[in-house]
């Protein structure tokens, strides 16, 4: 079957209070709208046509390079049969599946449902049973429980404001049925638009059947008006991930603090606990431990890792059997070899640590290739920036840096060097030496008088 998913995303969405097109808020740190096009793409639609308007710019051009994306502008919001109309000349034939940019939870199951109860011939309308249907069209039926038509709420009358059985929105139809409709629609109703729900009544009248799927989930098909909804479907999203996580054998402490705003594959016995966060493209080996208050961005982990508490690690791989933490801080761009020990107030930026390397505390490593066993010892700094540029520095393997030495880039410290504490680097020491630097001439003042506090 072609299905050509056409996307509602014109909406202004004025109770967000922003400055950022209501489709474009994120969940999950990903736009509303992207996650609905996932959802198309999972279904292998044949086309994937967004109707845009308001925030027009700078929807376009977040999507920019998602090639497999038709444009269909409205300019005027004048409902939403109006809008589908505006997506006509971008499908093709087969069916129509009608999503909406600002409900973010649709799953392709469902959506799948909803095709196959179309077949190809029929209209299928997604609905949900609600205990207070206030605000909803309400989907109306005959004395045998045929579907009649659509009522939104500010035109129904009393007796139809008590059916409780809504209509999400979700809609599949033939496209050919599309074309015939969408032209004949009036706006005489009580808002003045062009209602999609109107075809429900044309089908009916043409003889077209119309069939229901229900959603199980109520979540599912909600969209998105305000910040509160925005924030309480997010959670809705991550307990489904954590949910997906628990059930794939990953330990969560607190599923309910937990946050993925992205895609994690993990081996299994991971151990997470509480308030981590994981962003981008996650990788875990198998028992990979990560302490509390942990955020990963882009990150591949190999077996064994252990994370202790509030480090940050960005674009960045860690081999199998190293540790970091508690409060390590490793920037992009740095690739740590096996067994490697990174302790607390160690940052790292764009470094390569062998296997077996350590820098127990207090350090910063930038710009710097590490070798096997080196020692880096509290205090060591790499001076990689003169003001101007930046340079490498080079340490080779089982080479002991001293405390509170600075090495100045660019400089190599020779495999088994030893570099003295205290020590300033700015020549490459050699191997098998041991390298000193500093300021001569230590004394000691016998009778010497501590100073004592002004009365
Ligand atoms: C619509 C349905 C209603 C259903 C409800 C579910 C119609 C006439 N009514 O009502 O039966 O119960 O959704 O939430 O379809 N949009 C555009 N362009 C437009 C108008 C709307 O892109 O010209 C987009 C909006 O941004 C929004 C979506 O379509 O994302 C729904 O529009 P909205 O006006 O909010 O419809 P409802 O009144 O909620
Ligand atoms: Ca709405």
């Not at 990979?288 to 190999?302: A, D, F, H, R, S």
């Not at 890792?305 to 409060?327: C, H, Q, Y």
């Not at 992009?332 to 160690?346: A, I």
Request: hydrophobic letters at 45%; proline letters at 4%; glycine letters at 10%.
């Amino acid at each position: 079957m072609t299905v050509n998913v056409i996307i509602l995303a014109a909406g202004q969405g004025k109770r967000m209070n922003s400055r950022l097109p209501k489709v474009l808020q994120p969940l999950a740190g990903k736009p509303m709208l992207g996650h609905v096009l996932d959802a198309g793409r999972a279904l292998a639609a044949e086309r994937l046509v967004v109707v845009y308007g308001h925030g027009g710019e700078q929807v376009l051009a977040a999507f920019q390079g998602q090639v497999d994306v038709r444009w269909a502008h409205q300019a005027e919001q004048l409902g939403t049969g109006h809008a589908v109309a505006q997506a006509l000349p971008e499908c093709g034939d087969g069916v129509a599946l009608i999503l909406y940019g600002d409900c973010p939870l649709i799953t392709p199951a469902t959506l799948r449902a909803l095709l196959a109860a179309a077949g190809g011939d029929k209209l299928a309308v997604l609905t949900a049973i609600m205990d207070n249907p206030t605000g909803y069209g309400r989907i109306v039926r005959d004395a045998e429980g045929k579907v009649l038509s659509i009522v939104e709420q500010k035109d129904a009358s009393e007796a139809q404001k008590a059916i409780r059985e809504i209509n999400t929105g979700f809609i599949a139809a033939p496209m050919a049925r599309l074309r015939e409709w969408l032209p004949r629609l009036k706006n005489a109703n009580a808002q003045g638009e062009y209602y999609l729900t109107d075809v429900i009544a044309m089908a009916v009248a043409d003889g077209v059947a119309v069939a229901t799927e229900t959603a199980k989930d109520p979540f599912e098909p909600a969209g998105v008006n305000d910040k509160r909804q925005l924030a309480e479907l997010e959670r809705v999203y991550q307990r489904q991930q954590a949910d997906k996580l628990l059930a794939g054998g990953v330990t969560l402490l607190d599923p309910a603090r937990f946050d993925l705003r992205g895609t994690v594959e993990h081996g299994q016995d991971v151990e997470i606990d509480v308030n981590v966060i994981l962003e981008g493209t996650i990788k875990l080996g198998h028992g990979v431990k990560i302490g509390p208050n942990v955020y990963l961005k882009n990150v591949t982990l190999g077996d064994g890792v252990v994370i202790k508490a509030n480090t940050v690690i960005e674009d960045s791989t860690v081999g199998a059997g190293s540790d970091l933490g508690p409060f390590a801080r490793v920037r992009p761009d740095s690739v740590l070899g096996e067994k490697v020990h990174v302790g607390n107030f160690v940052e790292l930026k764009k470094a390569r640590l062998g296997n077996g390397a350590k820098a127990g505390h207090l350090a910063y490593l930038g710009d710097a290739v590490i070798g096997e066993r080196v020692n880096i010892s509290a205090g060591v700094i790499t001076c990689n920036y003169d003001g101007a540029n930046k340079f490498v520095t080079t340490i080779g393997d089982d080479a002991f840096i001293g405390t509170d030495s600075q090495l100045v880039a660019p400089v190599t410290i020779a495999d088994r060097a030893y570099i003295a504490a205290g020590s300033t680097i700015t020549v490459d020491a050699p191997a098998d030496a041991l390298t000193i630097c500093r300021a001569r001439g230590q004394k000691s003042i016998p009778g010497w008088k501590r100073p004592t506090k002004n009365k």
